[in-house]
């Protein structure tokens, strides 16, 4: 028996219940604890996949990436017919990462007694590890684990699934849409985590989405850089980029037969595509709603820069700020401090144009504060949750959207201790 | 009369004492409360130079410079002999920055006040405001204030003039040093302020250094180009950049004479040069000693990278991972977050050599953590108010050392409520 979930407050922005999440034709997951964590709470995630499963990922560019990235990467090369997968561990508390030779032989015999388990190849089996950076890591556990994991798997277990993997979160983080290829009604699952450490590039965050839809690994991965661009790698908790990072999206086949889909560009995945964008928002902005110590959910959105990659520049630039980040959570319309973080962010603003707004009224225009301008209303939507910002640079057609949270005593007291 | 100098506490890491700065030829100083703080507390600094004075300047690089950022830069280009200087006026508060034109016309109104009361152009005046971002300054009050300024001129009142220019800081800040230059003593006196809103290129930060020698502009300019880098530019405290960052050097010509220098590598300029490098040092220190909430103070140097600047670029990205700095606040030796900061700053690193030691105590070598490593004297060290961390990246001779300080519930309590 595993320990209860904690009682411990959940963050204030979380969503109000857990999705009710549909089966995955092809999936199969189950999670228990195999003593990583002290506290005896869940830490160890197995999941079960089709033979047919074709895999994408995109992980961390740490130049320390974990020992489980470095496998990942390598075994996502694949055959000729692109990389396939059956089996995903994942362990949380301890993450692998500056562990040296001995950190890379853990992970190859975790995958190796997977592999034996579900009766396939070591490398259709991918792998992370989230938590402490270097400290060996105690693979006997895991793998002795495994068989009654097996045992475990279930359809159904999402809710288990999504918090083996947490760490700092403060709520188990999941989403779902159905999407029509062909006419044909496929469904898309998906679980994160992520809290602390987050920033693009990619998030400290972990990421696994299943379909039952029939697409080879190329169109995934295609897929998968696309979405990434404008949903896990448009948010930042606090600037700080994990050794870990893996989003993957694996597509078991299972699900009812639909027009075959051979291309990226092909006009079928269009509804696909828009409802995988739409659960990678949802679960890269449940990671915001779960940021160390938040209280407020931000959006900056960003206009009038030279290019979008100019725009998110900004955008990200306005969002990293611990000044902006402090002031927000003093629920403090210091727009001044937005100004200060565009300075800074090193692409082309026409001073004369910059226009600003809060909550949707406007308080600068024509790179002056408006004439009259009354901060009544600004003030009142500062002390809401939801915080929109707007800018626009007066440059040209370049847009961006990024989300963030604000910096509190809460992001403090959790990071001054972690270890202990 | 102006109102005391709060009794509100002290940065715990500030120097014991206001260093005793002796009188520079040629110089003279005075502060007054122009009614821009409503504390009345004192915030306006008035210098007078002798007419023959040579000056330097660097600036931020932000993109929405400050009016008087923008003034100086212009007065700066000077005459055919280069940039001169006799007047020189910072007032805190106000930031006038991101004030339209009407910001401008702020800027002249005062240079054009100070000209008309010392006697000298226009372009001889340089100026500097510092405070909130977006408010129209009441150049009124400090053009009103001038006269009774100029009548308290005085050779010694440099407590006072680093009292002036001070916002969320919570001690003045003042060094200096004498050098000799063909055998003749001269003297270099500095003040400064800044404790958030600090980051490289620069700080939010002003610096004012003068001396007595007889130094032609452009070598000024070139000795303080080299200085900034090893020193204000070497210094993090929040990564926010200001819009008003500026660090000027003044030469007065009214010391004892020396043999004359032409050029920034005249051998003659050796013992100057390094003392004003340690002035500018001992200043950005302190203004890292004041940073916001600070509780310890952080040395960390890079060794083994590509290039100095790769060392450099490393090392700031450690100073500014809010992980890292939030460890240091807990007094945790979590050296796994040095390992991530390290892996995203996006420079050559050989993680099978990588070393990381703290307080001198070697942690990690060749790629993991010492075999039997004891984390007791680190602990002890971590207790410390002067922290600090070395890190070998494996790759060549590049080196660089940074300092910064911990990220505590003081600079949330700072910045979540400044301008209320």
């Given amino acids: 028996m595993c320990a209860k979930p904690s009682s411990s407050p959940v963050s204030p922005l979380a969503p109000k219940t857990f999705p009710d999440m549909?089966?995955?034709?092809?999936?199969?997951?189950?999670?228990?604890?195999?003593?990583?964590?002290?506290?005896?709470?869940?830490?160890?995630?197995?999941?079960?996949?089709?033979?047919?499963?074709?895999?994408?990922?995109?992980?961390?560019?740490?130049?320390?990436?974990?020992?489980?990235?470095?496998?990942?990467?390598?075994?996502?090369k694949g055959g000729p017919g692109g990389a396939q997968a059956q089996g995903l561990v994942v362990n949380s508390e301890n993450a692998n990462t500056f562990t040296g030779p001995a950190g890379e032989q853990a992970v190859e015999r975790i995958v190796e007694a997977v592999a034996d388990l579900l009766s396939c190849r070591p490398s259709r089996v991918f792998t992370a590890s989230t938590g402490v950076i270097g400290k060996p890591l105690d693979d006997g556990k895991i793998i002795a684990a495994l068989p009654a994991l097996q045992e475990a798997l279930?359809?159904?277990?999402?809710?288990?699934?999504?918090?083996?993997?947490?760490t700092t979160d403060t709520f188990p983080k999941a989403a779902t849409r159905t999407a029509e290829i062909g006419g044909v009604q496929v469904t898309i699952n998906g679980i994160s985590k992520g809290s602390g450490m987050i920033h693009p590039d990619m998030a400290t965050m972990l990421a696994y989405v299943f379909t039952d839809a029939t697409l080879p690994a190329d169109v995934l991965q295609e897929l998968l850089e696309v979405v990434?661009?404008?949903?896990?790698?448009?948010?930042?908790?606090?600037?700080?980029?994990?050794?870990?990072?893996?989003?993957?999206?694996?597509?078991?086949?299972?699900?009812?037969?639909?027009?075959?889909?051979?291309?990226?560009?092909?006009?079928?995945l269009d509804d696909f595509k828009a409802q995988l964008l739409d659960?990678?928002?949802?679960?890269?902005?449940?990671?915001?709603?779960?940021?160390?110590?938040?209280?407020?959910?931000?959006?900056?959105?960003?206009?009038?820069?030279?290019?979008?990659?100019?725009?998110?520049?900004?955008?990200?630039?306005i969002a990293t700020s611990p000044l902006v980040k402090t002031a927000v959570a003093g629920e403090d319309a210091n727009w001044g401090r937005i100004v200060m973080a565009v300075g800074?962010?090193?692409?082309?603003?026409?001073?004369?144009?910059?226009?600003?707004?809060?909550?949707?009224?406007?308080?600068?225009?024509d790179g002056g504060l408006l004439p009259g301008y009354?901060?009544?209303?600004?003030?009142?939507?500062?002390?809401?949750?939801?915080?929109?910002?707007?800018?626009?640079?007066?440059?040209?057609?370049?847009?961006?959207?990024?989300?963030?949270?604000?910096?509190t005593h809460g992001y403090i007291e959790i990071n001054a201790d972690y270890r202990s």
């Fill in 344 to 365: 800074k962010a090193g692409q082309q603003v026409d001073t004369d144009k910059l226009a600003i707004s809060i909550g949707g009224v406007a308080i600068a225009e």
């Fill in 228 to 268: 990434v661009d404008k949903s896990f790698n448009a948010i930042t908790v606090d600037s700080d980029t994990s050794t870990s990072d893996s989003l993957m999206l694996f597509a078991t086949g299972a699900g009812k037969s639909h027009p075959q889909v051979r291309a990226f560009d092909d006009a079928a």
């Fill in 279 to 317: 659960l990678c928002i949802d679960l890269a902005h449940q990671i915001v709603r779960d940021g160390e110590g938040a209280t407020k959910f931000l959006t900056i959105t960003v206009d009038g820069a030279e290019t979008d990659a100019a725009a998110k520049r900004i955008a990200l630039t």
């Fill in 22 to 76: 549909p089966e995955i034709p092809g999936v199969r997951v189950a999670a228990t604890c195999a003593g990583l964590k002290k506290s005896g709470k869940i830490d160890l995630l197995l999941v079960e996949m089709a033979p047919e499963t074709c895999a994408a990922g995109v992980f961390t560019r740490s130049l320390t990436a974990s020992a489980p990235v470095r496998w990942c990467r390598k075994a996502l």
């Fill in 374 to 407: 009354d901060e009544t209303p600004v003030a009142l939507h500062m002390k809401g949750q939801e915080i929109d910002f707007h800018v626009d640079v007066g440059i040209a057609d370049g847009t961006a959207t990024v989300w963030t949270c604000d910096l």
């Fill in 154 to 166: 279930a359809p159904d277990a999402w809710d288990m699934a999504a918090r083996a993997i947490m």
